[in-house]
């Protein structure tokens, strides 16, 4: 009797291990959804075990499907992307992805670090944005699915080139994701560097909580824990100056629409058309921001190790980029909470350093956590 009980508690520990392993590998699918520069491209799927599914890419290492319930259970995706991997590369919308060397603007494209001046790829105006035309958001990367991890998990690791888009130093940069049973998708940055070089990191996923491609993003109810933000000029550089949110359309301390002060009479509203301004992080609280969409009831946090986040309100979508489902991109119709350091950092030694030495390593991590209200 006894060994008849050993055996059947051998067979079932061989049948359980047999089942976790079998569900690890269901956790995280990859198949090859395009070719580029000669290398292969992969969708990968990451179902939760709340049966929310993440969809990533490593193509500009992005995020390209969130699939999250609504407060009735009711899923849908809410984040841009393409049906296919073609309208993916047809342009650059940044969807989703990582973007780097230097995500954000740099005045004129030149910057001077220990006496040497640098020269960038001028892509916006007379500004160098997100890295050049050719920066990481456009860069097949490497794919590994790390094993023994206890939530499906995904990383991504580049090797940026020594002056990659003038930028000096050969970088290796790793975005490792993790999608949790309670579905936050966790982002851990590491950078390392071979030559004294800057760099500013960052994840460029639009957000819509209604549904991507469903009307536009000015209900959204946000909250940003920050006493100041970056002001600009009418070319979205910034001036230097650190402002109050205090009295401003700029103070999301407490909850407010997008919409509701975005058409006031304010400078900062005008130069950038709406609200596309880094946020100062006061980094005193766990969740650094929030967004609430009262019809779904879904609701997101962020939060984040960074000195601050770029509200981008989707002021320069047109339509004209087809998205999921033939769905334009409409004006405001998403929204990015894009965490990192302030634009320009380079040019303004008050602002927090995004210098980066050989030997050391830079880690970061960036946590989305979606649910509903
Ligand atoms: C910038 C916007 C820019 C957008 C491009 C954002 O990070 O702040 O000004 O138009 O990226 O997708």
């Given at each position: 009797m006894k060994k008849f009980n050993l055996l059947f508690a051998m067979v079932a520990a061989i049948l359980l291990l047999a089942a976790c392993n079998q569900s690890k590998k269901e956790m995280v699918t990859k198949e090859l959804y395009g070719n580029f520069k000669g290398k292969e491209v992969y969708l990968l799927t990451l179902t939760n075990k709340s049966g929310n599914v993440l969809k990533l890419t490593n193509f500009g290492a992005r995020i390209t499907w969130i699939e999250v319930p609504d407060r009735n259970g009711n899923k849908d995706n809410i984040t841009f992307g393409f049906d296919t991997f073609d309208g993916m590369i047809g342009g650059d919308p940044y969807y989703g992805a990582v973007v780097g060397r230097y995500a954000n603007r740099i005045a004129k494209g030149k910057f001077t670090l220990d006496g040497v001046e640098y020269t960038l790829p001028i892509n916006n105006g007379p500004n160098s944005l997100h890295g050049g035309p050719a920066g990481w958001h456009s860069q097949a990367w490497d794919t590994e699915i790390p094993e023994d991890t206890d939530f499906p998990t995904v990383k991504f690791t580049y090797k940026s080139p020594d002056m990659e888009a003038g930028f000096p130093g050969n970088m290796t940069v790793e975005a490792l994701y993790t999608w949790t049973d309670n579905s936050e998708i966790i982002i851990d940055y590491t950078l390392t560097t071979d030559k004294r070089t800057v760099f500013n990191i960052t994840n460029h996923a639009y957000f819509n909580l209604h549904g991507a491609g469903i009307g536009d993003i000015l209900d959204h109810q946000l909250v940003i824990k920050a006493s100041k933000f970056v002001a600009v000029d009418t070319f979205l550089i910034p001036t230097g100056e650190l402002r109050q949110?205090?009295?401003?359309?700029?103070?999301f301390n407490t909850p407010h629409t997008?919409?509701?002060?975005?058409?006031?009479?304010y400078d900062q509203l005008k130069f950038a058309n709406g609200y596309d301004h880094t946020f100062v992080f006061d980094n005193n609280e766990e969740v650094d921001a929030t967004v609430y969409e009262p019809v779904s009831g879904r609701f997101m946090e962020v939060i984040s190790?960074?000195?601050?986040?770029?509200?981008?309100?989707?002021?320069?979508?047109?339509?004209?980029r087809i998205g999921y489902g033939g769905k334009p991109y409409t004006h405001r119709s998403g929204l990015c909470l894009e965490t990192g350091h302030f634009p320009d950092s380079p040019n303004h030694p008050d602002f927090p350093s995004t210098v980066l030495n050989p030997g050391e390593t830079f880690k970061s991590r960036t946590i989305y956590r979606f649910s509903v209200k």
């Open positions: 949110v205090e009295g401003t359309p700029f103070d997008v919409g509701e002060r975005i058409a006031q009479d190790d960074q000195p601050g986040v770029q509200f981008y309100c989707g002021n320069f979508l047109n339509g004209t």
